[in-house]
């Protein structure tokens, strides 16, 4: 049964079943949350607004 492989703990590390890697929702999302994730997005943001803010002046106010 598909489902009867995430019955087990999300503590549980990934296992090798009939040659298939078997993970936890968790483990197979793998995703990063937390500041530096929204800080290195704030920061791109900030410079990309900048970057902007520089090519306008170069380009429309010389």
């Known amino acids: 049964m598909p489902g009867a492989a995430y019955a087990s703990s999300e503590a549980a590390m990934?296992?090798?079943?009939?040659?298939?890697?078997?993970?936890?929702?968790?483990?197979?999302?793998?995703?990063?949350?937390?500041?530096?994730?929204?800080?290195?997005?704030?920061?791109?943001?900030?410079?990309?607004v900048l970057l902007m803010a520089l090519v306008w002046v170069v380009m429309f106010r010389s």
């Open 14 to 48: 990934a296992t090798k079943r009939n040659e298939q890697i078997v993970e936890t929702p968790t483990e197979a999302r793998q995703g990063e949350r937390g500041p530096s994730v929204l800080a290195l997005l704030t920061a791109s943001l900030a410079l990309a």
